[in-house]
């Protein structure tokens, strides 16, 4: 399945995972590892969160609408010119995609996309990547170092021959940067939150910019840059309706 299938946003989730495939412990069921109390990250705690904006991937962008139920559900739904061209919805075991310019759709586990994608993911990284959160490793025999540079927190690890850096602002506790390196194969992945705002129903800062830079091997540089242009947290009981309407046909 090609990028333009799932639009801009599709590809946007799939550079966001596409350097931490060394990180993720192929078909073994992951476990969330607490946070050290060295670490200093404060992340965005919610039970429901929605968010608006725009994903703009290279010379394509698109509106992006997204709902999270904490730990449990995440909802995108991107559209081109104010027509739903994607609706995606992912759980901690499943991910479903439908492609409305296509009429296609597939749904599987995560082994599953990662496999059509060639980019191994899971839903605790991606929601973790949406929210700017602390990315923590995937198993508690691997122990972060913690440095502090003035008002920065430097949070570092090696998993699975990958290294993990994150710098956290100490004065917000908020996540300023992420980055993954793969130094055998020269990939590279930096994430950059920026435009930090206060939610209104929560003290805590959430960046409304996000921007996404990959570097697999020797190829030129590959940017998305997602902008909320609002983001709601408990306002409501949100829903995610996601059905394939008939006629479509299933990739397999």
Same mark, same amino acid.
């Given at each position: 399945?090609?990028?333009?299938?799932?639009?801009?946003?599709?590809?946007?989730?799939?550079?966001?995972?596409?350097?931490?495939?060394?990180?993720?412990?192929?078909?073994?069921?992951?476990?969330?590892?607490?946070?050290?109390?060295?670490?200093?990250?404060? %992340?965005?705690?919610?039970?429901?969160?929605?968010?608006?904006?725009?994903?703009?991937?290279?010379?394509?962008?698109?509106?992006?609408?997204?709902?999270?139920?904490?730990?449990?559900?995440?909802?995108?739904?991107?559209?081109?010119?104010?027509?739903?061209?994607?609706?995606?919805?992912?759980?901690?075991?499943?991910?479903?995609?439908?492609?409305?310019?296509?009429?296609? /759709?597939?749904?599987?586990?995560?082994? /599953?996309?990662?496999?059509?994608?060639?980019?191994?993911?899971?839903?605790?990284?991606?929601?973790?990547?949406?929210?700017?959160? /602390?990315?923590?490793?995937?198993?508690?025999?691997?122990?972060?170092?913690?440095?502090?540079?003035?008002?920065?927190?430097?949070?570092?690890?090696?998993?699975?021959?990958?290294?993990?850096?994150?710098?956290? %602002?100490?004065?917000?506790?908020?996540?300023?940067?992420?980055?993954?390196?793969?130094?055998?194969?020269? %990939?590279?992945?930096?994430?950059?939150?920026?435009?930090?705002?206060?939610?209104?129903?929560?003290?805590?800062?959430?960046?409304?910019?996000?921007?996404?830079?990959?570097?697999?091997?020797?190829?030129?540089?590959?940017?998305?840059?997602?902008?909320?242009?609002?983001?709601?947290?408990?306002?409501?009981?949100?829903?995610?309706?996601?059905?394939?309407?008939?006629?479509?046909?299933?990739?397999?």
């Amino acid at each position: 399945m090609s990028n333009r299938h799932v639009l801009v946003l599709l590809s946007a989730l799939m550079l966001l995972g596409s350097c931490t495939r060394n990180l993720l412990p192929g078909r073994k069921p992951v476990v969330t590892v607490p946070m050290p109390e060295a670490v200093r990250a404060a %992340n965005v705690d919610f039970r429901f969160l929605a968010a608006k904006g725009k994903a703009q991937f290279g010379d394509q962008s698109g509106n992006i609408n997204v709902r999270i139920r904490k730990d449990s559900v995440i909802w995108i739904s991107a559209s081109l010119i104010g027509i739903e061209g994607g609706r995606i919805y992912i759980t901690r075991d499943s991910v479903q995609v439908l492609d409305k310019l296509h009429k296609e /759709y597939y749904s599987g586990d995560f082994a /599953y996309l990662s496999q059509r994608l060639n980019v191994p993911v899971n839903f605790d990284v991606i929601q973790a990547l949406l929210l700017g959160n /602390y990315l923590a490793p995937l198993t508690a025999s691997v122990q972060p170092t913690v440095t502090t540079e003035g008002p920065v927190q430097r949070v570092n690890y090696e998993q699975a021959g990958s290294l993990v850096q994150q710098l956290i %602002n100490l004065e917000g506790g908020r996540i300023q940067q992420l980055q993954v390196q793969t130094p055998a194969n020269q %990939n590279k992945l930096t994430v950059e939150y920026s435009d930090f705002r206060a939610l209104e129903r929560n003290p805590q800062q959430f960046a409304h910019n996000t921007l996404v830079q990959v570097q697999q091997g020797q190829t030129a540089p590959t940017t998305v840059t997602l902008t909320y242009r609002s983001v709601d947290v408990d306002k409501e009981r949100l829903q995610f309706p996601f059905s394939v309407p008939k006629g479509y046909a299933r990739k397999k």
